[in-house]
């Protein structure tokens, strides 16, 4: 619609447009990225400028959802996306395509390590392959009644030692925690369910995936396309919902702990 190459000056009525009647975020921030590039009118530019800056940053901030919103009360002003993320159970048992899950572990990818050494692996089966089975046997009971309804289960691994030194990496596991949230926040802003657990054998996990030594299972995921709250057993049901948190001044001390 607005090709790079033609110099366009924005009219206000397509600001209008694009910030009460837009059809999709992305395809607004597409079509606001081709105005801002390809304006040649400098004055023209420079006065939208602001509203253009304002218009994407407001198209990127996600808000706090309904749900979440009825159930969490942050203390102070964040990005809701943080807010946003919860850990729901019911999933459709529909698969996922290929790249929706991938672009959650290209989400992990970019967390945060110790030396930039990355200690996290990820095993996964999707529900159509054969191995969903042996992953699903790995998890208890409690687990394996919703997690039946996933599209992709993931135990997560970490290496235990540096790469460049073979010494012990102590952080290894905090490390993965980071990796973990980032395919929570990415699952959470496309809308689809990431539950980690802790609730599965870890030794049969470590044996039946072949976890070479010197690394540790850590956690499971289950990953999927989120269902209505009431296609869950009655018990499962009454939880389906956002949790509070711990009030700040439970888990924040300036300066150390009191004596
Ligand atoms: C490492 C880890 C292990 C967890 N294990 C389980 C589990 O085995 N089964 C389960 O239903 N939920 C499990 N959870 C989900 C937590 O109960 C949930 O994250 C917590 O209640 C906070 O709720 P929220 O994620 O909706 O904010 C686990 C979460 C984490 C981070």
Not at 83 to 108: I, K
Not at 219 to 230: K, L, N, S, T, Y
Request: with cysteine; hydrophobic share 40%; proline share 6%.
């Amino acid at each position: 619609m607005f090709p790079p190459e033609r110099a366009v000056s924005p009219p206000a009525g397509w600001l209008w447009t694009l910030e009460n009647d837009m059809g999709s975020r992305e395809s607004s921030i597409v079509i606001l990225d081709s105005i801002l590039l390809s304006s040649s009118d400098w004055p023209v530019r420079k006065r939208f400028r602001g509203r253009f800056v304002c218009t994407l940053a407001n198209l990127c901030m996600e808000e706090l959802r309904d749900e979440v919103a009825d159930n969490r009360q942050p203390q102070e002003d964040i990005d809701p996306l943080f807010v946003n993320r919860w850990s729901p159970r019911a999933m459709t048992g529909e698969p996922l395509d290929e790249e929706q899950y991938m672009s959650l572990f290209e989400a992990a990818r970019w967390a945060p390590s110790s030396y930039n050494n990355q200690h996290w692996r990820f095993l996964y089966a999707t529900r159509e392959d054969d191995d969903f089975e042996q992953f699903s046997e790995l998890l208890g009971d409690a687990n394996q009644v919703w997690t039946d309804d996933a599209a992709v289960l993931v135990t997560i691994v970490t290496k235990s030692t540096f790469d460049h030194n073979g010494e012990p990496a102590r952080t290894h596991s905090f490390d993965a925690g980071a990796a973990w949230q980032n395919i929570a926040l990415e699952a959470s802003r496309r809308g689809l369910v990431a539950h980690a657990m802790q609730g599965f054998d870890y030794e049969a996990a470590a044996e039946q995936l072949n976890v070479p030594d010197g690394h540790d299972v850590e956690c499971m995921i289950a990953i999927g396309e989120r269902a209505p709250a009431d296609t869950l057993p009655e018990e499962l049901e009454e939880r389906e919902f956002p949790k509070g948190r711990k009030d700040m001044d439970e888990i924040l001390f300036h300066g150390g702990f009191d004596e």
